[in-house]
DNA sequence: CTTCTTTATGAAACCGTTTTCATAACCTGA
DNA sequence: TCAGGTTATGAAAACGGTTTCATAAAGAAG
């Protein structure tokens, strides 16, 4: 394996000048330039990243830390998608991305010294759902710049986050439907233990009051995501006396337990309920009818946590910042909005 | 930060008796090994990973290569479960992985020198979606380990790799259906370009003989991985004078086609016609009725293709290996064998 | 024609490990 | 008692880069 020996050799110059050449530095002459160039092709040189890596302190890597056990990270179907958005921003900056499982590493004595300490990491990028004041505090200790995917849950301390805009997703969702004249809407799914919840429905509650709508405790109903909680949940509205004429599901699961509780009732979607919900995934387009969705671009998700974790990386004292990443509407069958449903 | 000469100091030992202390070799005396501990600990020092891949000439780290722009191997629901597969063995034996993408990094002069000469990495895992010739002389020129996620397609070399046992899984769903009495099986969304429905369909075939079936070339349909060709494809069947009785569908999102054109047909599922298809994923359950399929163990596939790998790394003139991962049946509601459907 | 600056280059130290080779201290058996 | 072997340790070279400092050559200013 050629070294940077060998090309100083072949190119009759000092590995001082190879190394220059490499680098870009401004101060070797054209014609030297070209000779060390010839010479890096001939050998089909490339750089020891170890070697660089030991002598300029930089190993030029940064960590995607998941926890595979916690359903909300790396088990969700949007994550590779995340990943592909962190990746792109790494590999064009010349880094490498190594994506690390903290419930495999934490049978190790110490996973953030392994990482960290270890030189194998400039900087982290995890879900919010695997940090707490420890994890926090063990990063800065250590004095590695890190950004959270997601709005961090009762954490005392500022850090630095990248989330969809839920709050204005929620509010997106309630104009939509208050634009296709529905007067009652509900919202079924809310879980007050997930911050991304919280913030749907405070967007709600914001649509509604900023549409001069009363709100109606009776129309939130709390639940699990899955399509059995959203039967049930649907089921539980539709057994008041003055129903929804439309609703908005926390997630795409509970649409479809929603969907079929509004059918076992013979009523109409969308013409007597329509229903919205949150996280385009395949499934919302897969079953039928078709699920209306608020959109999240987790892709962008991904690329903007990459590009505030390089910024730390370059300027270190930088402030704590909170980026929210818009949302747009999807329409489907769920809400078609001339009352006409689509065939398959 | 401590390094070992700091730890030497400490422990008052010489840097060579603290890199053997932790390395475990056998010379050193209890007495010293503890003192050194002791150092470390109080230092809480952490060797630098590139000053021990330079010396050592290794860099314990382990690629996965994926290439985000091909729907077959990143865009695919079960990716992060075969990462999760591969992340478990890689930490395990104290590597690293690192994720990199064929698009992202074709953008550079030459990804595998980069990769590879770099001493970036140790092996390589990767689809066979992207494999041709061409990669396999570059990996091989430079003399790097690799095992492919999937059979290779068209491909001349003979290379390692590690896949669902797609023949057993095509012989499984038959046999299946003819356990449950069904006398003409179909067989939906054929795809001759794609190497596992070439290998399902000949599992399909064999299960016929062995059970001394005719085949009927005529129940064999053709058609790309959708719900609209599924549709299209389940209709031609029914519009024959002698209609299947059971159909094997290529994949979720076509038996979802295939069922809306059933039930479109008047006919019930499964009474008239059960379905069963590949791949479990959530659509198969969350969709009604829903689907009954052969399941796919791609975690196991992922911890597989890691461990090959390693075995190749340890003792590198190994001859090429094929190895292939079983599937089993996962019951569900288009063909309860006591023909009662159930409710949601 | 000096002296001072700029430009282009190289020698050598350094980064933090591993590993080879040397050696001191201790045992073993004749 | 001493040759021979074992055990425990350390000094120094090596890994392949970057960076500091020194310097020769060339150009500029007086």
Same mark, same amino acid.
């Given at each position: 394996?050629?070294?940077?020996? @060998? ?14 050449? !490499? ?27 170890? %070697? ?60 953030? $010294?392994?990482?960290?300490?270890? #030189?194998?990491?400039?900087?982290? !990028?995890?879900?919010?759902? !695997?940090?707490?004041? *420890?994890?926090?505090? &063990? /990063?800065?200790?250590?004095? !590695? ?7 961090? =849950? ?14 204005? %997703? &929620?509010?997106? %969702?309630?104009?939509?439907? /208050? +634009?296709?004249?529905?007067? *009652? ?26 549409? #001069?709508?009363?709100? +109606? ?5 709390? &639940? ?11 089921? %539980?509205?539709?057994?008041?006396? $003055?129903?929804? +004429?439309?609703?908005?599901?926390? @997630? ?26 949150? @996280? ?20 962008? /998700? &991904? ?8 910024? /730390? ?6 402030? $704590? ?12 069958? =769920?809400?078609? *909005? ?7």
């Amino acid at each position: 394996m050629a070294s940077i020996k @060998d090309v100083a050799k072949a190119a009759g110059v000092s590995v001082t000048t190879v190394s220059r050449t !490499i680098n870009n530095n401004p101060s070797i002459s054209i014609e030297t330039r070209e000779k060390v160039l010839k010479a890096i092709k001939d050998l089909n040189y490339s750089p020891n990243s170890m %070697a660089k890596g030991l002598s300029s302190n930089n190993s030029y890597t940064i960590t995607l830390l998941v926890n595979v056990e916690d359903e909300k990270s790396f088990y969700n179907p949007f994550f590779y998608e995340v990943m592909h958005g962190i990746e792109k921003v790494v590999y064009e900056r010349e880094y490498c991305l190594i994506v690390a499982n903290l419930s495999t590493m934490l049978k190790k004595e110490n996973v953030l $010294d392994w990482l960290i300490k270890g #030189k194998r990491t400039e900087g982290v !990028i995890l879900p919010s759902s !695997i940090i707490d004041s *420890r994890m926090v505090k &063990g /990063l800065r200790n250590n004095n !590695i710049p890190f950004v959270s995917l997601g709005e961090p =849950t009762s954490l005392r301390e500022t850090i630095n986050w990248v989330d969809i805009n839920n709050r204005k %997703a &929620g509010e997106q %969702a309630v104009y939509y439907l /208050l +634009d296709d004249n529905r007067k *009652r809407v509900a919202f079924i799914g809310y879980d007050s233990s997930k911050v991304f919840s919280i913030r749907r429905l405070e967007g709600y509650k914001a649509a509604l009051e900023n549409s #001069k709508i009363n709100f +109606d405790a009776g129309l939130i109903i709390e &639940g699990r995501n899955s399509k059995e909680d959203g039967y049930r949940m649907m089921k %539980a509205l539709l057994n008041k006396n $003055d129903i929804p +004429d439309s609703v908005v599901c926390a @997630d795409n699961l509970i649409s479809i337990g929603a969907i079929r509780a509004i059918q076992d009732s013979g009523l109409l979607i969308p013409q007597d309920i329509s229903v919205i919900s949150f @996280d385009n995934s395949q499934i919302a387009e897969l079953i039928y009818p078709s699920v209306s969705t608020i959109n999240v671009d987790v892709f962008e /998700l &991904g690329v903007q946590s990459a590009k505030m974790l390089f910024e /730390l990386i370059e300027k270190p004292g930088t402030r $704590d910042q909170e980026l929210l990443i818009s949302t747009n509407v999807e329409e489907r069958e =769920t809400t078609i *909005r001339n009352n006409q449903q689509h065939e398959v």
